[in-house]
């Protein structure tokens, strides 16, 4: 196993179970494109500005 794999999976493990099934929501998101470009997020914090 390389050092990135290794360190990822010691991070992964340093997770709590709701950090874990927070990340795991998120990326089900992005897999059933539930997601907000960037562009988009951008123009919303524009007007905050």
Same mark, same amino acid.
């Given at each position: %196993?390389?050092? *990135?794999?290794?360190? +990822?999976?010691? !991070? #992964?493990? &340093?997770? @709590? &179970?709701?950090? *874990?099934? +927070? $990340?795991? !929501?998120?990326? *089900?998101? $992005? +897999? &059933? ?5 960037? @562009?988009?997020? %951008? *123009? $919303?914090?524009?007007? #905050?500005?």
């Amino acid at each position: %196993m390389g050092y *990135k794999n290794h360190h +990822e999976a010691d !991070l #992964w493990d &340093e997770l @709590s &179970e709701y950090e *874990k099934n +927070e $990340i795991e !929501l998120g990326l *089900k998101d $992005i +897999e &059933e494109g539930r997601v907000v470009p960037h @562009s988009e997020v %951008m *123009k $919303i914090f524009d007007k #905050w500005r």
